[in-house]
């Protein structure tokens, strides 16, 4: 098995401007090929060598998703940074992704940042609240379907511990983002928000959710504060912010088959509950490179 951490080479670095062209344009081919999007623009790929490092989450490690290229963080070889680095065929790339990470405990993954490197993306903050009210309110949901009962276990004179737990993620991905400056200081941080996962409307798909009508508007609305707070956690650490939300919206876990980004409870797509099925992992690659 391939060691994870340890940088590859592609290419030795590009002198002229035709390369230069040849590595914009190739990166302009991969966007065409994953969705027809519109090409970035050239300021990443006119930077040579790239020095790409991946941190985060489950979600970022494409958990679930084939084939598994580490078994201990249960990551995938077909992730969202992978599809990124093949793309931009950097001169160096680790992967260091780990399902379970949480924003309060990334020092592993930090050590893989040095003053080289030169492009980062993250994607952290789900297993630091929104996770637990997840399946807390799946679990709720599988005893009744009335009312909101798991937004009751939340309230406590007059306070919304969920929501409470979901803001506290933004000063801790924040501190993050300001550790990966220091390490790599020549940088350019992406942190990478997650896909639309709870179904909006009146949509359902029992058994792929479980939740209540009253508890899955509540954790659609946890969904999207938790988008917030992590686009407020980027601006105040100088990051750049990839906003899933708009792109994901109608590709959520009650979507037909071939249509959602995310699977549910009974995934049908090789992938974890409730997270990115490999679409979803390509979805995600489109919009970090349409901020390159």
């Not at 950097?90 to 260091?96: G, K, L, S």
Request: glycine share 8%.
């Amino acid at each position: 098995m391939p060691d994870p951490h340890r940088p590859f080479d592609h290419q030795p670095r590009f002198t002229s401007r035709l390369r230069l062209s040849r590595r914009a344009a190739a990166v302009a081919g991969a966007l065409v090929l994953l969705n027809n999007s519109v090409p970035p623009t050239p300021s990443l790929a006119a930077q040579r060598p790239v020095h790409y490092v991946a941190l985060g989450d489950s979600v970022a490690s494409g958990a679930g998703v084939p084939p598994v290229d580490d078994l201990w963080c249960v990551r995938s070889a077909n992730n969202y940074p992978h599809v990124i680095a093949r793309a931009l065929r950097p001169a160096a790339f680790t992967d260091a992704t780990c399902s379970a990470a949480r924003a309060d405990r990334m020092e592993s993954q930090l050590a893989s940042l040095s003053r080289g490197t030169t492009l980062v993306t993250l994607t952290v903050g789900y297993n630091d609240a929104f996770s637990l009210g997840l399946e807390r309110c799946t679990i709720v949901g599988a005893v009744t379907r009335q009312g909101a009962p798991c937004r009751t276990s939340y309230q406590r004179m007059g306070r919304d511990t969920f929501q409470e737990e979901i803001d506290a993620t933004g000063p801790k991905t924040a501190a993050v983002l300001r550790a990966i400056r220091r390490r790599a200081p020549h940088a350019r941080v992406l942190l990478v928000g997650y896909l639309k996962v709870i179904p909006r409307g009146r949509r359902t798909c029992r058994p792929g959710e479980m939740f209540t009508e009253g508890d899955r508007r509540y954790v659609a609305h946890a969904e999207d504060r938790l988008n917030a707070v992590l686009a407020r956690a980027a601006r105040s650490a100088g990051a750049v912010f990839v906003d899933m939300h708009p792109a994901s919206t109608g590709h959520d876990v009650c979507a037909p088959d071939g249509v959602r980004w995310s699977e549910g409870l009974l995934p049908s797509r090789a992938t974890l509950p409730f997270h990115p099925n490999l679409e979803g992992e390509r979805a995600m690659a489109r919009e970090v490179l349409g901020h390159l």
